[in-house]
């Protein structure tokens, strides 16, 4: 694998398009679109290590982060912009803060949201799961709330299992204060954790693991008849 390791500011596209096997850590901060196109690579954007400054209460990168992403992972030491993960596929994401219409149009992966989120959070979310702390509901994208579109719930014990592993990540990444205070409290602080999950989504999620159990492959054609059912297509 490729390590590279860099300190200052970036500019546009940092860590774009990057494919596995190769992982950008970032000391300092970064413009739009870090990790746009992320193809299975790692980018890590964290404060400078004598930043005096309480990195949840300020912005590491701009705007649109993770746009497009199809997989890797994104540890994000701070704050972004607005349309967080925009598109996203498949990648899975940590960040202590977003803007307006964050995870919109995301039909995969995963986004922990450590820090409070701008309006219109998950507007034509179709896929993939959200974990956000303390959530509110208001920010959440209206007509999704209103028609069921978007389920709120509390995180099972298999999305427990996944949060720590993620926050453990980031704390190593980042040096984050404010997952390491989660983690240290962490039977406590899973219950503030909002997991916000696609209604569809979460039925072909079901039926596959409905097909797993029944001895079934959850890729073959039975099953996806009944994902059809389900979701009404």
Do not use: C
Request: overall charge negative; proline content about 3%.
């Amino acid at each position: 694998s490729i390590q590279v390791n860099l300190t200052g500011s970036a500019g546009q596209s940092f860590g774009a398009f990057l494919p596995a096997g190769i992982t950008l850590r970032l000391e300092g901060d970064s413009n739009d679109y870090v990790g746009k196109g992320l193809s299975g690579g790692k980018v890590v954007v964290r404060p400078p290590r004598a930043a005096t400054f309480d990195p949840s209460q300020n912005v590491i990168a701009g705007n649109v982060i993770g746009y497009g992403a199809t997989r890797g992972s994104l540890f994000l030491g701070g704050v972004v912009g607005e349309r967080f993960l925009v598109r996203n596929s498949g990648a899975s994401a940590v960040v202590e803060g977003v803007g307006d219409h964050a995870l919109e149009y995301m039909t995969g992966g995963l986004a922990v949201i450590l820090g409070t989120t701008g309006r219109n959070l998950g507007a034509g979310m179709s896929g993939g799961t959200a974990y956000v702390y303390r959530l509110d509901e208001s920010q959440v994208n209206r007509d999704a709330l209103a028609t069921g579109e978007l389920q709120l719930g509390e995180l099972g014990s298999g999305d427990a299992e996944i949060l720590r592993d993620l926050l453990e990540q980031h704390v190593a990444e980042t040096g984050s204060a404010l997952a390491k205070a989660m983690l240290d409290d962490f039977d406590n602080e899973i219950s503030h954790f909002v997991r916000v999950l696609p209604r569809d989504y979460a039925a072909v999620l079901q039926t596959r693991q409905d097909a797993v159990d029944q001895g079934l492959d959850p890729d073959g054609d039975i099953v996806w008849s009944r994902i059809l059912e389900v979701t009404g297509g």
